[in-house]
């Protein structure tokens, strides 16, 4: 199964837990990624950004003449997804590193410290060794 690991809007796929339990054969919302063509969890199929994003036939928002648009904006300021709040810094590191560099950078950021296994958003605690990782509390 192939996954994609960069959103338009600048998050990293990679530690969307509905991915990670989709690479881990255990998946309620299957999900290859946003940007794959196949298997998305109902709020990524129906995504304002990535809809613009597509039509606009660009890969990442920081491409578009209106960026920051104000869905954009309201995506980062959303209380209820404190990791959104990453995207600004995460596009400036596309727009300066390319999108690999980006992806390296992501793997680590979102990985357990001590294991190095991938960890999810909203993890504090690595599932696998129960390391310390830098996730988010649910709000």
Not at 56 to 70: G, L, R, S
Not at 80 to 99: F, L, N, Q, T, W
């Amino acid at each position: 199964m192939t996954y994609v690991l960069d959103g338009y809007c600048g998050l990293y796929c990679g530690a969307c837990p509905d991915l990670l339990d989709t690479q881990a054969g255990k998946a309620k919302h299957a999900c290859q990624g946003c940007k794959s063509a196949v298997n998305n969890p109902e709020w990524c199929a129906i995504c304002d950004i990535k809809s613009c994003a597509r039509e606009k036939k660009i890969a990442f928002c920081y491409q578009c003449d209106e960026y920051p648009c104000k869905k954009l904006i309201s995506f980062m300021e959303d209380v209820r997804y404190p990791y959104h709040r990453e995207v600004a810094e995460y596009m400036k590191i596309i727009e300066r590193e390319g999108k690999q560099g980006w992806l390296e950078r992501m793997k680590i950021r979102w990985s357990c410290n001590a294991c190095r296994q991938p960890v999810s958003w909203w993890q504090q605690a690595c599932p696998h060794c129960g390391g310390k990782v830098n996730g988010y509390e649910k709000p």
